[in-house]
């Protein structure tokens, strides 16, 4: 103990670290975190090797042209596992900072870890490309120094809804939405635009996150008798509960849809899985994104279905690209500036365009399992063709 | 509200005490003979779940015959553990005994619970086996299968630990340690012994109940702590040292928290530790307890 | 070999009064990352320290300590933002949780051993479901916000003398009557009672007292890092980190938390940057060693008794 005070008093007599090199910079470092480990594993761990994969692509084509340096610059990723902790995330935000002192930040997945995450980027004046964050409340206090590419979180199931108009055949819809930050937003704007569209939302209530037996809600619903079932939960542990208790007590809706249901979920349900709708940031189509896209998950080891948020870190890839290409230089500030006046088409069809308060334009695409495999539903007049109603069976 | 759901939800509420029961048995049992409150106790349940995953996900075993073969493997993983971690401290003065047990448990416990999160390093966090046994129905009514045998297991528990603990010897030792294990040892009993085989028949039911957990729901590393300390609040409200408590404070609670779950979910996961205060406020030993 | 005891104790009590006198001007030393590093370390020690005031001194084990942390935190953080300066919203946040310890005082001091120590956790429990349901008090699962600015430097100063003074008070209580009453409860309650021992005003004075800290520390707490949610305030793991960390030092000793605070701290920090895998295993490891090979914790240590002794820090143990 003492040795160990007395080596952090010591550490702290050194000084802070290297004055800056002048001259122009080598290279671009991005950093940022992944989930590697924890409850959020089995949704990003692979977005590592994505991001080394884009990056050897950069590199490959000579990195980023900087005007201001007179060369294209290669990108470096800088990765740490946070864990899935919130704490544990600013911290590494912090060494990024810091210890690395990288050039831009790329965000953590889901809101939560932003949350915690977005904190380093007011302290140390850096610009924060969020991926996987857009709740409202990221959003409540003003910071030039983060833009997400999504769209807000309640605006989140606008495809889903424009599919479920042309659809047909439902009219009343029961949500549960686990108790926190991202979900509630998502379950309340869902609600919105379906109300909205015409349906009829005749149950919806918010679960505490530590909920383990859904048994009350499920009866609950049944006695609604609802058409479709909404279950709004990030991360695996809730909507495999939920699942397998609806099943179990007998709620057998005509359609049923899981806001992020990854390939455990659909595990755990077995042949149940069939004919559930979810979500996804892809779509079918045969642009040069889309090519790109796919050859990425490739060389990452998965299927561009497997991994319904990879959409997201591809566009996010991309807007960073272009910010730092605008900008021409590595100065924060022009970086900044180029970040906020995105305007980008991607995969053929989307404008990436951010709002004066830093939301995007990104939201995902319905898909369905058959066969234990997610199928896309988009552009809607193919989805309608291949779309499968669940009608009740498990 | 009507008959049929009021029964309904009351069904539900005990099936429910029943799953709560099976697990906080080996918990009750293992304090009553050896006194230490097992902060390991919830890893067991998580690691014999994942265990019970990978042998029906990866062999193909069926997932019943796999808590079968996995669940008594834990007995000895109990005794083990017992022997290694707990005898050492039974010599020290009480208080001293405590604060020992609870950092070695709870020590137990993280190794236990970030090695089950490196081994699920690359796969599946939470893990959930794809095996439905059908609901059976009674006219309106729906009986949950996998709980009903949770229930019909803890039914069987309680009668034959009842016979168990009356007409075997190990039984009777294990009733004389946990009145005064002083006592005990000046009669001749291995009370040494005996609180290896009360850790060893606690952590088989923890693992039974994994086991079954994996089945219903999930595991995952995270599950162990959280449950351990859920469990230790229904042993206590139950009454430390009665078995019935358990029963009972298993079952008051799966009530509790099914009623309330149906009337307003955000005050579902509240009434556990509710009725648990509440208990424990006008009766300081639990239900049931001495 | 006994020549060179002396001077070893020296020499680490000499180390150890020049790390105590360089904490305040660590920050001059331009050390940003250890002043941040150290913050946290020092909310641990207030966290434990307090903690065994009634866990180690008067031998209730009172998992439920860390709720005067997250009450103190939710309610200091309401009143600043209704409006309150600093100090108007910690006073706030400590009068809060002064008076909700003396209201459980009576009905939680019925209850003895495992049945007190797990009806605090119940309550904890219960405070964290009850804050995530009063969203519009509390914010809820989105957790409680204040105006964000970087407060480090005076979070640094400000914990700092919170340490200090819980120390302090550690120390004072030990040397006192309510102390002496305190360890008469400790050792047995009912022969206490039987001469006249006040035993629940006396368990009511030092279940406040031993509030008072962590209430403090939640409120900065809250205004250092700008947000908190429930589960970061009330959760399991914060829950039991105090506890741990007085038992590992050597609780109803007044140097066993501070001890046990560093030791854990800096064990983690260790862990935490050297190896990549199985960190929270390794720190397992070290817990349940010590709980088999150090009864009493490490302040009890033989070795760490004697040395204790030469730089003046033993104590009367029980």
Known sequence: ?394 | MDGTLLLQLTINGVLLGGVYTLAAFGLSLIFGVSGVLNLAHGEFLMLSGFLVFLVSDRLGINPFVAVALVSPLFFAVGYAFERLLIRPLALRKEHVRLASATLVTLGAALILEDGAAFFSLGTEFEKSVGYFLPTLRLGPLVLPSLKLVVFGLVALLIAGLAAFLKYTYVGLAVQAVTQSPRGALLNGVPTARIGAVAFGIGTFLAAAAGGLEVIHSYVSPLIGLPLTLKYLCIIVMGGLGSFVGVALGGILIGLGESFVGFLNPAWGQTVAYLLLVLVLLTRPTGLLGK | MRRSVPVLALGLGGVLVAGLLALPWLPLAGGGYAVKVLTLLLIYVVLAQSYDIVGGTMGYVNLGHIAFFGLGAYACGIAFNAGLALPGALAAGMAVVMAFAALISYPFFRLRGAYFSLAAFGLVKLMENVTINLRWLTGGSNGLKVAAADRTLPMYYLTLGLAAATILAGWLVNRSRLGLAMKSIREDEAVARDFGVPTLRIKTQALVLSACFPALMGGLYMWYFNFIEPAQVYGLKIALQPVAMALLGGSGLVVGPVLGAALLYALEEFIWTHVEHLQGAILGLVVVLVGLFMPGGVARLAPVQRLLERIGLREDDR
Not at chain 1, 119 to 140: C, R, T, Y
Not at chain 1, 203 to 210: M, V
Not at chain 1, 247 to 275: C, D, M, T, W, Y
Request: net charge neutral; hydrophobic share 40%.
């Open chain 1, 1 to 394: 103990m003492l040795l160990g005070l007395a080596g952090l008093a010591l550490a702290a007599l050194l000084p802070a670290g290297a004055p800056q090199a002048q001259g122009t910079p080598k290279e671009i470092v991005i950093g940022g975190t992944i989930s590697q480990s924890g409850p959020l594993q089995g949704i990003v761990a692979p977005f590592v090797k994505l991001a080394k994969a884009w990056e050897d692509r950069v590199n490959a084509r000579g990195g980023i042209p900087m005007k201001a340096y007179g060369k294209s610059l290669p990108i470096r990723f800088v990765i740490y596992d946070d864990k899935s902790d919130p704490a544990t995330t600013l911290s590494f935000y912090e060494r990024l900072a810091t210890v690395d002192k990288v050039d831009v930040f790329i965000g953590p997945f889901s809101s939560g870890l932003h949350n915690a995450a977005l904190q380093a980027s007011v302290s140390h004046k850096i610009p924060f490309f969020m991926v996987e964050g857009n709740d409202p409340f990221l959003f409540k206090d003003p910071n030039p120094w983060r833009v997400t590419g999504l769209a807000p979180a309640d605006k989140e199931q606008t495809r889903m809804v424009q599919f479920l108009s042309k659809l047909g055949g439902l009219k009343t819809f029961a949500i549960l939405a686990r108790d926190n930050l991202h979900e509630k937003e998502s379950a309340k704007g869902l609600a919105e635009m379906l109300s909205q569209a015409g349906f009829q939302v005749v149950y919806q209530e918010t679960a505490p996150a530590d909920t383990k037996d859904f048994a009350s809600i499920v009866l609950a619903m049944k006695q609604k008798n609802p058409d479709a079932v909404v279950v709004e939960a990030l991360a695996p542990p809730s909507n495999i509960q939920f699942l397998k208790q609806a099943r179990e007590q007998g709620l057998n809706p005509k359609e049923l849809f899981v806001s992020h249901a990854p390939v455990p979920v659909i595990k755990g349900l077995g042949p149940s899985s069939e004919n559930m709708v979810s979500m996804l940031y892809s779509f079918d189509g045969d642009s040069a994104d889309h090519k790109e896209f796919q050859e990425l998950c490739k060389a990452a080891g998965f299927e561009p279905w497997q991994y319904s948020e990879a959409g997201i870190r591809y566009r996010a890839y991309r807007r960073i690209e272009d910010a730092l290409e605008r900008a021409g230089t590595l100065d924060k500030e022009a970086v900044r500036k180029a970040m906020w006046s995105t305007d980008l088409t991607l995969f053929g069809e989307e404008q990436m365009k951010h709002d004066a308060t830093g939301f995007g334009t990104d939201m995902p695409y319905p898909v369905q399992v058959h066969d234990g495999k997610y199928v896309s539903l988009w552009p809607i007049e193919k989805g309608l063709k291949v779309h499968r109603f669940k009608d009740g069976k498990w």
